[in-house]
C-alpha cells in the first residue's frame, strides 16, 4: 500500500514561511535576487564590505554609520549562508569547516586590523579609496614607541607615571616595590588600603590602581611630583605561605592575561585623567609622560618581551612618551 502523501503540521508551514520570509529580507539587503551561486553571493558580500571598510572620516557619526552598516551586511550574510551552503553542489567538498565556521563565515573572511578604523574585510579586496575631503579630515594615529633606556627610576620627570606591576596582599617588598616603598611612602599606604579592603585579594587581580600624586611624598625634600599605577598581575608573591594567606605568585600564563587586562585598565584611567585635565585645567593635572621598569620580570619572573608585546599591543596609538628604563649595571 502507497505512503499517504506528507502533509506539514500548520506550525511547521509558519516556521517555513517565517524563515522565507527572513530570507527574502537578507537577499534584499545584499541587493540580490536569488538563485545567485554561493561564489556570486561572496563577491558581492565582499563588494559591500570593501565599501564600508578601510579608513573611515573621525566624526562620531561616521564611524556609527558604518558600524551599522557592516553589522547588517553581516547579519544578511549569516542569515543566508547556512541555506546556500546546503544549496551549493560542491558542499561535500567542503570537509574542514565547523558548523561554526559555515554559520558565521568567518572561514571566509580574514581580519584587516584590530583598529576600530577598519573592518573585518576579504583578503583579495583592497580598502575603499579616500575621497580628497576625507583625506583632508582624515585623524591620523599616531605611532606608538616604547623608548627603552638605562638609568634610574627615580630620575622620572615632573608629573610622570611611573608603572610596576605589584602583588594583591598589600606587599611591596622586593626590587622596585621596595625602593618605591621608600621614595612614596603615602602612595605605598594608599595601595596597601586598597587591598586591605577587598575581602578577597584575587578580586583586584587584572586591575590598575593609578595613584595621582601626594603632597605628603613630594612636598618633603622638594621632590617632582609622580603618578604611581600599580598593575595587579599576581595574587600573591614568592612562595606559597599559608601563615601569610599568601597563596604565592601566579603561573607565568596566569600573570600575561592579568597583564593584559591590566594594562587596559590603566588605558582607560589614563585617558580620562587627561580627558577631564582638557575640560576643567585649573581644576586638575593630567598625567605625563609614563616611566616604567621592565615589570613582570624581577620577583613575577618572566620574560620582558612577553609582556613588552603586550603594551604595545593595549598602547597602540598612543601619543605620549612611553620609557622603560633599566637600571645600570
Not at 500548520?10 to 539587503?29: F, G, K, N
Request: glycine share 6%; proline share 8%; charged share 25%.
Amino acid at each position: 500500500m502507497p505512503s499517504p502523501p506528507y502533509h506539514q503540521s500548520p506550525h511547521s508551514q509558519r516556521e517555513d514561511h517565517a524563515e522565507d520570509e527572513v530570507y527574502a529580507q537578507c537577499l534584499y539587503v545584499l541587493g540580490l535576487k536569488g538563485g545567485e551561486s554561493l561564489t556570486e553571493v561572496d563577491a558581492r558580500y565582499f563588494e559591500l564590505i570593501s565599501m564600508w571598510s578601510g579608513p573611515r572620516l573621525p566624526t562620531d557619526d561616521g564611524l556609527t554609520e558604518a558600524q551599522d552598516q557592516i553589522r547588517v551586511i553581516d547579519a544578511a550574510y549569516e542569515g543566508i549562508l547556512p541555506r546556500l551552503m546546503q544549496m551549493d553542489p560542491n558542499k561535500d567538498k567542503v570537509d574542514e569547516c565547523s558548523m561554526k565556521n559555515v554559520e558565521t563565515a568567518q572561514d571566509r573572511i580574514v581580519p584587516s586590523s584590530q583598529d576600530q578604523n577598519t573592518f573585518w574585510i576579504h583578503a583579495d579586496v583592497p580598502p575603499r579609496p579616500l575621497k580628497p575631503s576625507e583625506k583632508e579630515g582624515l585623524k591620523r594615529v599616531p605611532v606608538f614607541h616604547i623608548n627603552e633606556i638605562r638609568g634610574n627610576l627615580l630620575d622620572a620627570p615632573d608629573g610622570a607615571v611611573i608603572v610596576h606591576a605589584v602583588n594583591c596582599m598589600g606587599v611591596w617588598g622586593y626590587g622596585v616595590a621596595r625602593q618605591l616603598k621608600s621614595e612614596f611612602p603615602t602612595a605605598f599606604n594608599i595601595y596597601r588600603s586598597h587591598c586591605r579592603m577587598e575581602d578577597r585579594p584575587d578580586h583586584l587581580v587584572g586591575e590598575c590602581l593609578l595613584i595621582p600624586p601626594q603632597k605628603e611624598d613630594y612636598e618633603k625634600g622638594n621632590k617632582p611630583r609622580r603618578w604611581i599605577a600599580c598593575l595587579f598581575t599576581s595574587v600573591g608573591y614568592g612562595k606559597r605561605n599559608a601563615r601569610l594567606n599568601n597563596p604565592g605568585k601566579c603561573e607565568p600564563q596566569f600573570i600575561i592575561y592579568h597583564t593584559q587586562a591590566a594594562l587596559e585598565d590603566f588605558r582607560v584611567q589614563y585617558d580620562e585623567y587627561v580627558r577631564a585635565a582638557s575640560i576643567s585645567p585649573e581644576e586638575s593635572e593630567p598625567p605625563g609622560d609614563i616611566w616604567s621598569c621592565k615589570f613582570n620580570s624581577g620577583a613575577f619572573g618572566l620574560d620582558w618581551e612577553a609582556t613588552k608585546a603586550i603594551v604595545e599591543d593595549e598602547f597602540y596609538g598612543f601619543g605620549g612618551s612611553f620609557s622603560v628604563v633599566e637600571r645600570n649595571s
